[in-house]
């Protein structure tokens, strides 16, 4: 059975408390429901009905990633829906899927995903659909991205294999 943070996306984690597990659900589809809006944790500790720190705390033990990670999934996910199956500007689905700034907006979906906004949009295009048979749940859990560390954080290990990679200076003494 796999139990990395991707499959407890879905699921919740035993031994928390049914009361509260209902509560971060109720927060959890709020989020699904309107990924677009801002949802600070006071927010979402509010809808849930706990303190904030609990709130943060609950949510990551009870689904195996930050609230804001969890949001950022969502988002990433629409934009590729949107990019895939509609012929939407990259500034529009940007704004539509609750991003502030293109900019961010690309960014952060290529780190997520690995490349552009454009480069998916046009891979998607160029790719032969035989996999119009499969259920849409089934592909959309595929191709889910996988939010294990902040993207920052995800921004600084790909600085560091570049700096790694490179040759490094050997010192040559003079006589």
């Not at 990433?76 to 509609?86: F, G, S």
């Not at 906004?117 to 032969?128: Q, T």
Request: hydrophobic residues 35%; glycine residues 6%.
């Amino acid at each position: 059975m796999e139990t990395g943070p991707a499959s407890r996306q879905g699921r919740v984690q035993a031994g928390q408390d049914p009361g509260l597990l209902r509560r971060l659900l109720r927060a959890k589809d709020r989020m699904d429901a309107a990924s677009h809006e801002e949802w600070p944790v006071r927010r979402l500790a509010r809808v849930s009905d706990v303190s904030e720190a609990h709130f943060a705390r609950s949510f990551k033990e009870a689904f195996g990633v930050p609230p804001h990670r969890y949001l950022l999934t969502r988002r990433i996910e629409r934009a590729k829906t949107l990019l895939r199956d509609t012929g939407m500007s990259i500034t529009d689905i940007a704004f539509q899927t609750g991003w502030q700034s293109l900019g961010t907006f690309g960014r952060t979906f290529r780190d997520i995903t690995g490349e552009s906004p454009g480069e998916l949009r046009a891979r998607e295009k160029s790719a032969s659909h035989a996999l119009d048979r499969v259920p849409a749940c089934f592909l959309s859990a595929a191709h889910r991205p996988d939010l294990t560390s902040a993207v920052s954080e995800k921004r600084r290990q790909d600085a560091a294999d570049s700096i790694a990679s490179e040759p490094a200076e050997v010192p040559t003494e003079v006589p």
